[in-house]
């Protein structure tokens, strides 16, 4: 006889009804094999009188179980369990909350599917505790306009003609947003576009897989820095193109490579992070900026240009995209609200001439069949009211104090180990090692002293990307406490390294 009186716990301070709740566990034991078919339940006095629950409670469970198909009553002899059901070894009944046991977490799956190992390493998670991080150049959340991002979402729900906005609407973005962002750009970064252009995406990553997807889609070719946002390569890979790495120096990657290379053969895209190249920071110069447009006129191929932090630009007014002076229809531009506002805002934009915007549109759509209109209209009206412009200002400034401070901190304490330049802008600063030591060993050593360093840096273990001379440390998401206190625990982690060397 099985024994249900241990085996079926019933939680009456559970939201589920007791008589679902029996079902549910008579269910398991069916599925588990305890209850294999053609196997007779319990009567329901007896049921009622082991669990002590109200004999109509177990005959509701029972007529469930019935109507579900997992049992069928054969008149005057009782309840069965079915007998078509497949007979199946009998394991364990899985830990449950009801047994007092933890969940069991499924590790393996048990069917085959294709292991990505380029996209291996994409791992983020929060850090513990009283842990420091210098991140790849992230915003501070803490200083984030949420308020006024929520009252305003608020105004805009209460208003019952933006219901609508909570059914399937453009997959292009809002309108409101599109037009909203049109002005933006075109006042702020001297685009000459339309809403037909804009294309809202869920960030800029999105952008750049859009992007690459219609690009590589049949295995071509994309130039990239030797050093280069390892998302994007990962993006392209994924797409199925090549990456081609050229060099970048101090006036950002070196177009005359990608000249050479289009002599000899044919190229879909060039990535370009125009404004401060990542991972180093450096701008890219004007004739690069010209020549680049011209090659890409002569030779036919896209301009991905990735202005993830045009924002961000302390020493001088911030430098006009390439997209600002393309003439032929070469420059996808691409850009987000997530580094202005904060990550978690997923809303960004791509600005396309309108077949590449329509094309894109419709492979967005089967992958997220739109975005979130609510939010979009949110951040339109905060456009359109100069809030969105009054925080960014806000932030650069704070960024700016931030910048400084751990520039000056990391020259003062630590230029024994490590060499880089004031960014003009951004919010990471680019650190080379002057001694032989290893990014590896000093990011375990520094995790014992409470700092994570979490930048793109030369990662042994990365399976694409070789590793990188230098690493991005952020400040921006640190406040000055925290900067000075990142860089205490920096320096006894390099002066314990020095020992050991
Ligand atoms: C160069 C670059 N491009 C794109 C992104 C993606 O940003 P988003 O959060 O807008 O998707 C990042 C994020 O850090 C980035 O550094």
């Given at each position: 006889?099985?024994?249900?009186?241990?085996?079926?716990?019933?939680?009456?301070?559970?939201?589920t009804?007791?008589?679902?709740?029996?079902?549910?566990?008579?269910?398991?034991?069916?599925?588990?094999?305890?209850l294999?078919?053609?196997?007779?339940?319990?009567?329901?006095?007896?049921?009622?009188?082991?669990?002590?629950?109200?004999?109509?409670?177990?005959?509701?469970?029972?007529?469930?179980?019935?109507?579900?198909g997992?049992?069928?009553?054969?008149?005057?002899?009782?309840?069965?369990?079915?007998?078509?059901?497949?007979?199946?070894?009998?394991?364990?009944?899985?830990?449950?909350?009801?047994?007092?046991?933890?969940?069991?977490?499924?590790?393996?799956?048990?069917?085959?599917?294709?292991?990505?190992?380029?996209?291996?390493?994409?791992?983020?998670?929060?850090?513990?505790?009283?842990?420091?991080?210098?991140?790849?150049?992230?915003?501070?959340?803490?200083?984030?306009?949420?308020?006024?991002?929520?009252?305003?979402?608020?105004?805009?729900?209460?208003?019952?003609?933006?219901?609508?906005?909570?059914?399937?609407?453009?997959?292009?973005?809002?309108?409101?947003?599109?037009e909203?962002?049109?002005?933006?750009?075109?006042?702020?970064?001297?685009?000459?576009?339309?809403?037909?252009?804009?294309?809202?995406?869920?960030?800029?990553?999105?952008?750049?897989?859009?992007?690459?997807?219609?690009?590589?889609?049949?295995?071509?070719?994309?130039?990239?820095?030797?050093?280069?946002?390892?998302?994007?390569?990962?993006?392209?890979?994924?797409?199925?193109?090549?990456?081609?790495?050229?060099?970048?120096?101090?006036?950002?990657?070196?177009?005359?490579d990608?000249?050479?290379?289009?002599?000899?053969?044919?190229?879909?895209?060039v990535?370009?992070?125009?404004?401060?190249?990542?991972?180093?920071?450096?701008?890219?110069?004007?004739?690069?900026?010209?020549?680049?447009?011209?090659?890409?006129?002569?030779?036919?191929?896209?301009?991905?240009?990735?202005?993830?932090?045009?924002?961000?630009?302390?020493?001088?007014?911030?430098?006009?995209?390439?997209?600002?002076?393309?003439?032929?229809?070469?420059?996808?531009?691409?850009?987000?609200?997530?580094?202005?506002?904060?990550?978690?805002?997923?809303?960004?934009?791509?600005?396309?001439p309108?077949?590449?915007?329509?094309?894109?549109?419709?492979?967005?759509?089967?992958?997220?069949?739109?975005?979130?209109?609510?939010?979009?209209?949110?951040?339109?009206?905060?456009?359109?009211?100069?809030?969105?412009q009054?925080?960014?200002?806000?932030?650069?400034?704070?960024?700016?104090?931030?910048?400084?401070?751990?520039?000056?901190?990391?020259?003062?304490?630590?230029?024994?180990?490590?060499?880089?330049?004031v960014?003009?802008?951004?919010?990471?600063?680019?650190?080379?090692?002057?001694?032989?030591?290893?990014?590896?060993?000093?990011?375990?050593?520094?995790?014992?002293?409470?700092?994570?360093?979490?930048?793109?840096?030369?990662?042994?273990?990365?399976?694409?990307?070789p590793?990188?001379?230098?690493?991005?440390?952020?400040?921006?998401?640190?406040?000055?406490?925290?900067?000075?206190?990142?860089?205490?625990?920096?320096?006894?982690t390099?002066?314990?390294?020095?020992?050991?060397?």
């Amino acid at each position: 006889m099985i024994p249900y009186k241990t085996i079926i716990r019933l939680d009456k301070k559970s939201c589920t009804p007791i008589y679902i709740q029996l079902c549910n566990q008579l269910v398991q034991l069916i599925k588990c094999g305890v209850l294999p078919p053609s196997s007779k339940l319990p009567g329901t006095r007896w049921m009622s009188d082991t669990l002590r629950i109200h004999r109509k409670t177990v005959i509701a469970a029972y007529d469930e179980l019935v109507t579900q198909g997992w049992t069928e009553v054969s008149p005057a002899r009782g309840t069965f369990v079915n007998s078509l059901l497949p007979i199946v070894e009998q394991r364990p009944i899985p830990g449950e909350k009801r047994t007092g046991e933890a969940l069991r977490i499924q590790q393996a799956s048990g069917f085959p599917f294709v292991h990505r190992r380029h996209l291996d390493n994409t791992d983020a998670s929060f850090p513990e505790e009283g842990m420091i991080v210098f991140d790849d150049g992230i915003p501070d959340s803490r200083i984030a306009p949420i308020e006024e991002i929520a009252r305003e979402y608020r105004n805009v729900v209460r208003k019952s003609y933006n219901r609508k906005h909570l059914s399937y609407g453009s997959v292009y973005g809002n309108r409101e947003l599109r037009e909203a962002l049109t002005d933006y750009l075109n006042d702020t970064r001297g685009l000459h576009t339309t809403p037909e252009n804009v294309l809202i995406t869920r960030g800029s990553q999105m952008g750049i897989y859009l992007s690459a997807r219609l690009l590589l889609g049949q295995g071509g070719t994309v130039v990239v820095g030797e050093t280069n946002y390892r998302s994007a390569n990962k993006v392209f890979i994924e797409s199925g193109g090549k990456l081609e790495r050229i060099r970048v120096d101090e006036c950002g990657i070196v177009t005359d490579d990608v000249e050479q290379i289009c002599r000899s053969r044919k190229i879909s895209a060039v990535y370009v992070t125009s404004h401060h190249h990542h991972p180093t920071t450096v701008t890219l110069s004007a004739n690069r900026r010209m020549h680049l447009l011209e090659l890409s006129k002569k030779y036919h191929f896209a301009i991905v240009e990735d202005d993830y932090d045009y924002d961000f630009h302390y020493s001088n007014a911030p430098i006009l995209p390439l997209a600002s002076s393309d003439s032929g229809g070469n420059v996808i531009y691409i850009g987000a609200l997530c580094k202005i506002v904060a990550p978690a805002i997923r809303v960004g934009y791509m600005v396309a001439p309108r077949d590449f915007t329509d094309e894109a549109s419709r492979l967005r759509r089967v992958i997220d069949r739109q975005g979130d209109p609510l939010l979009e209209l949110t951040l339109a009206h905060m456009i359109r009211d100069g809030e969105i412009q009054r925080h960014s200002k806000k932030a650069l400034k704070i960024y700016h104090e931030r910048r400084n401070l751990f520039c000056s901190l990391l020259r003062q304490k630590l230029h024994r180990y490590f060499d880089f330049q004031v960014p003009e802008g951004g919010m990471a600063v680019w650190v080379r090692l002057r001694g032989n030591y290893s990014w590896n060993k000093i990011k375990e050593e520094a995790l014992k002293n409470g700092l994570q360093i979490g930048g793109s840096c030369g990662d042994e273990n990365d399976p694409i990307e070789p590793p990188y001379p230098g690493t991005r440390m952020g400040f921006a998401s640190l406040n000055t406490d925290e900067i000075r206190e990142a860089l205490a625990r920096l320096e006894k982690t390099m002066e314990h390294i020095g020992k050991l060397s």
